[in-house]
């Protein structure tokens, strides 16, 4: 797919004030001695200050030991590509400069200190990175840097004993961040009770849902799929069902802005819910759109359903390519996927979070910039929707935080504004043509002549949920008339 534009270079100090602080303490003095003995003579008093270099028993404390200092007593070479971070599946080399500053090899851009550049890297990956814990997430040809910094404190005899040098590897900075994620989960929990206004209207999360592939009209009453809140999962558990439903969360809710904006047209959600109307079976398709860096907006303008079953991975390949030429005609990139709980909530699966992380690490690919993976979600039959029209929910993954890098995703609620199609497009109503003829006599599909409830057919709630996303040119009124005839005649 298209390759997604570098974002914008940022300063190299970073943008934390842990950052800054590390850098200030290398600007202090230069020149620092990084032995015992050198130490800067001050206003008075026995105690050296947090920048100086004092003998044993002196008050120095790890923030100011730096890059340069490492170097200046050996510890560390200077090299190209000596530096490196993995990151949720992406890894960034950087060279070490004699003066201890580091050159991003990819992009040539310089930073004062390895807090600084891990924070610029990580962010690249995940917008909503607070910090880059740079002493523990650069390694030195494979070490930790905060492994070359205990050593040094043990040889300088400073506060601190060999052992709890050993215990407490990151930096005082780095110290810190665990505690900022843990408020953070304590938010998480707040944020879910907030979030269960988002939990469709009717008989709650307990009410007998359908299975996702009963046989064509056939209702399961005793199956029960109850969403959980993402502080309840905890750590990774292979013993826990994959389609267990989790609760979003909003970013307002965990005191985050969210790090793109979204735009979708109509006539994408119109194909999604025609598509998820059609089979009580699963349905997927893919998102083409536009990613623009400089206004942070993702357009979603069209939608390709899969015309393809569940595990025939011949032709979903087959599929996948005539997708793929489709987005290059149209100059789109693909931009995120789509598919349905045809009788379920709009919530997503453990199953589902762990998909959409792994297709934003694809779609960010090699490149420096950020770019978004939108994930749409669309419930056409849950019986707890308030009204026939499906519900249709964004989506996106918040990786776990990195001192829980076993945790699943965080799935993140995702606001985007609804651009109202002119018309409905030719292609468009030629996929939807498509879609009646794949379907057509397969098991699975849904009998629209037959009853929905008591007031209308499974056609008629198909053309009230629709209705709300038609474009404001109703001209094509006949042609859609022409497929919901073939829908009638599809049994």
């Not at 950087?94 to 004062?112: A, H, K, M, S, Y």
């Not at 015309?307 to 005609?329: F, M, N, W």
């Not at 799935?411 to 030719?426: H, I, R």
Request: proline letters at 8%; a negative charge; aromatic letters at 8%.
């Amino acid at each position: 797919m298209a390759a997604p534009e570098p974002l914008s270079p940022a300063g190299g100090a970073g943008e934390e004030a842990p950052d800054e602080d590390e850098d200030e303490a290398e600007a202090e003095d230069p020149e620092r001695p990084g032995a015992s003995g050198g130490a800067r003579a001050g206003g008075g008093g026995g105690g050296a200050g947090p920048g100086s270099c004092g003998g044993p028993g002196g008050a120095l404390t790890r923030r100011a030991v730096t890059l340069r200092v490492l170097l200046k007593d050996a510890l560390l070479e200077p090299g190209a590509g000596v530096l490196s971070i993995y990151y949720l599946g992406k890894k960034f080399v950087g060279d070490l400069q004699p003066d201890g500053r580091i050159v991003w090899q990819e992009t040539g851009q310089v930073f004062n200190s390895p807090s600084a550049w891990a924070t610029h890297c990580k962010k690249l990956v995940n917008p909503a990175k607070k910090s880059g814990c740079g002493w523990a997430s650069v390694k030195y040809k494979g070490q930790k840097l905060d492994k070359y910094k205990a050593a040094w404190l043990r040889r300088n005899q400073l506060h601190m004993t060999a052992t709890a040098a050993d215990e407490s590897p990151a930096s005082e900075v780095e110290e810190e961040e665990p505690l900022i994620e843990e408020e953070e989960e304590e938010v998480l929990t707040v944020a879910s009770a907030e979030d269960k206004s988002r939990r469709p209207q009717g008989k709650g999360p307990s009410e007998p849902v359908h299975s996702e592939a009963t046989p064509p009209g056939k209702r399961v009453e005793n199956k029960i799929r109850v969403p959980v809140r993402y502080c309840m999962l905890g750590s990774r558990d292979s013993a826990r069902n994959p389609r267990t439903l989790v609760e979003v969360t909003s970013f307002a809710a965990i005191n985050k802005f969210q790090p793109f904006n979204v735009a979708v047209s109509s006539n994408v959600l119109f194909l999604v819910d025609f598509h998820s109307h059609l089979t009580r079976s699963q349905v997927v398709g893919y998102l083409g759109g536009r990613w623009d860096i400089n206004s942070q907006m993702l357009t979603v303008v069209r939608a390709f359903p899969c015309r393809s079953r569940l595990g025939d991975a011949e032709t979903a390949a087959t599929v996948e390519e005539e997708i793929y030429q489709s987005l290059l005609l149209r100059g789109l990139s693909l931009v995120g996927w789509y598919h349905s709980h045809p009788q379920s909530p709009a919530l997503p699966s453990l199953q589902d979070i762990d998909a959409q992380m792994d297709y934003q690490l694809r779609l960010q690919g090699s490149s420096n910039g950020f770019q978004p993976c939108l994930a749409l979600l669309c419930s056409p039959y849950y019986s707890g929707n308030p009204s026939p029209e499906s519900k249709i929910s964004p989506f996106w993954v918040m990786p776990p935080p990195e001192q829980r890098p076993s945790d699943y995703g965080i799935p993140m609620d995702v606001e985007m504004a609804y651009v109202q199609d002119n018309f409905l497009t030719n292609d468009i109503l030629h996929e939807m043509m498509l879609l009646v003829e794949f379907y057509k006599g397969a098991p699975d599909l849904v009998r629209f002549q037959e009853t929905w409830n008591q007031e209308h057919t499974y056609l008629d709630k198909l053309k009230l949920s629709l209705a709300s996303r038609m474009p404001k040119d109703q001209g094509l009124g006949h042609m859609l008339e022409q497929v919901y005839s073939l829908l009638k005649q599809g049994n």
